[in-house]
């Protein structure tokens, strides 16, 4: 009899690099910014639409002061089962003047960032009673405990 120890290993090993090739990291890129060739191009004095003509349009902008253009660009890393990790971000952001002309370019990374933290604003309760048990002791004095009792 002959044996074919040699094929399972060679499947064994083709097996096991399937399975590790299906766990390398994935990345997706979002955003844009423009390449710093670009931003060279940008002079202090230009207007919002000779802005968006160089560089293009923004990711975002000031909405309330109309005071900048925000070009924003991430790379997330997705790994197996692991939540999404933000590997790298990158910033820049167009200010202008009151008369709508160029005043600053900067760049910013993600070693730049800043947490902000959220504040949560949650209106207290009347009472320690749950919302079904309150609404329900309002119909004609019923209580949801005369259902449970035998």
Same mark, same amino acid.
């Given at each position: 009899?002959?044996?074919?120890?040699?094929?399972?290993?060679?499947? &064994?090993?083709?097996?096991? /690099? +399937?399975?590790? &090739?299906?766990?390398?990291?994935?990345?997706? @890129?979002?955003?844009?910014?423009?390449? /710093?060739?670009? !931003? &060279?191009?940008?002079?202090?004095? @230009?207007?919002?639409?000779?802005?968006?003509?160089?560089?293009?349009?923004?990711?975002?902008?000031?909405? /309330? @002061?109309?005071?900048?253009?925000?070009?924003?660009?991430?790379?997330?890393?997705?790994?197996?089962?692991? &939540?999404?990790?933000?590997?790298?971000?990158?910033?820049?952001?167009?200010?202008?003047?009151? /008369?709508?002309?160029?005043?600053?370019?900067?760049?910013? #990374? !993600?070693? @730049?960032?800043? +947490? %902000?933290?959220?504040?949560?604003?949650?209106?207290?309760?009347?009472?320690?009673? #749950? %919302?079904?048990?309150?609404?329900?002791?309002?119909?004609?004095?019923?209580?949801?405990?005369?259902?449970?009792?035998?």
């Amino acid at each position: 009899m002959r044996k074919t120890t040699g094929g399972r290993t060679w499947l &064994a090993l083709l097996a096991g /690099a +399937a399975v590790l &090739a299906g766990c390398s990291a994935q990345y997706r @890129d979002h955003g844009y910014v423009p390449p /710093a060739e670009d !931003l &060279a191009e940008v002079e202090l004095g @230009d207007t919002r639409e000779s802005v968006r003509e160089t560089i293009g349009a923004p990711t975002t902008s000031a909405l /309330a @002061d109309e005071s900048g253009y925000y070009y924003v660009s991430s790379r997330m890393r997705h790994f197996a089962w692991r &939540a999404p990790e933000e590997v790298s971000r990158e910033i820049v952001a167009v200010s202008f003047s009151d /008369a709508g002309t160029v005043t600053n370019v900067e760049r910013y #990374g !993600l070693e @730049d960032g800043v +947490a %902000v933290p959220l504040e949560r604003r949650v209106t207290e309760s009347g009472g320690s009673r #749950g %919302v079904l048990r309150q609404l329900l002791s309002r119909l004609g004095g019923f209580s949801p405990g005369t259902f449970l009792e035998e």
